[in-house]
T-cell receptor, first 115, second 113 residues
């Protein structure tokens, strides 16, 4: 299994540009989520999904959009990039329920710089 | 949401045991205690979790106080690869909060050769 993959690894945007951060998992996990991590801080939840067609907002959803058309993919869209969105973005997935479902798997991250 | 308190940083000598403390005095009866770690420039990785009883796995041990208001992550023999930020996280058993992990700033562990 490749686990959770994210593309691109690094991206530079100009203020006002839009882009999509890609996330995919091959573990057939129902739960997927997006976090951002600012320097010296812990991760904060942006959006999450409990299955295909179902998404909900996390702690810091403003300026971001998500959709979940398949179990495998959970893209994050920046509608109009702002310097405040400069951060490292992590995608994560886990199975529902207890046991193995307790383990959340994180991708390697996308480093985004907005000028 | 129940919060956790961890020291900002700790140091350990290589091959020595490390005890990383976490206080969670407002924990509810249905909160699981999770530990994740984040190596430099990587995403977080799962370490261990528990509810009431002490837990062991190949990476670490988790000691949970009888009143569940604190816990300790134990690395039995620290290696250089264990240098990371360790996060103690409470996750509800069910409900909307069960879908996410709420990260604090964690404890930065430095391992001295």
């Amino acid at each position: 299994n490749a686990g959770v993959t994210q593309t691109p690894k690094f991206q530079v945007l100009k203020t006002g540009q839009s882009m999509t951060l890609q996330c995919a998992q091959d573990m057939n996990h129902e739960y997927m989520s997006w976090y951002r991590q600012d320097p010296g801080m812990g991760l904060r939840l942006i959006h999450y999904s409990v299955g295909a067609g179902i998404t909900d907002q996390g702690e810091v959803p403003n300026g971001y959009n998500v959709s979940r058309s398949t179990t495998e993919d959970f893209p994050l869209r920046l509608l109009s990039a702002a310097p405040s969105q400069t951060s490292v973005y992590f995608c994560a997935s886990r199975a529902p329920g207890q046991g193995k479902g307790e383990t959340q798997y994180f991708g390697p991250g996308t480093r985004l710089l907005v000028l | 949401d129940a919060k956790t308190t961890q020291p900002n940083s700790m140091e350990s000598n290589e091959e020595e045991p490390v005890h990383l403390p976490c206080n969670h005095s407002t924990i509810s009866g249905t909160d699981y205690i999770h530990w994740y770690r984040q190596l430099p420039s990587q995403g977080p990785e799962y370490v261990i979790h528990g509810l009431t009883s002490n837990v062991n796995n190949r990476m670490a041990s988790l000691a949970i106080a009888e009143d569940r208001k604190s816990s300790t992550l134990i690395l039995h023999r620290a290696t250089l690869r264990d240098a990371a930020v360790y996060y103690c996280i409470l996750r509800p058993y069910s409900g909307a909060g069960s879908y996410q992990l709420t990260f604090g700033k964690g404890t930065k562990l430095s391992v001295i050769p």
